[in-house]
């Protein structure tokens, strides 16, 4: 893991509903290509970025965005 890298959520959340990279990007006001980047560990987002796409899905910033990767689905302890 690199020192700066974040793990995220947004592409499940997006599937879950339905919304697709350039409607996110146009709710958030940025370009449709920042969404893959940050979907790709490629971008990390601004604090101030993090923040509007975890009110975007109604969620916490921690359920959308890790210091440490997202345990996959399915694999989680019962």
Request: cysteine-free; charged content about 25%.
């Amino acid at each position: 893991m690199s020192a700066e890298e974040v793990h995220n959520r947004i592409p499940m959340l997006r599937a879950e509903r339905g919304v697709s990279r350039k409607d996110l990007a146009a709710a958030l006001g940025v370009h449709y290509q920042t969404i893959g980047y940050l979907e790709r560990g490629e971008y990390s987002p601004s604090l101030y970025l993090a923040l509007r796409i975890a009110e975007y899905f109604e969620v916490p910033v921690e359920v959308i965005f890790s210091l440490k990767s997202f345990p996959r689905l399915g694999s989680e302890a019962k």
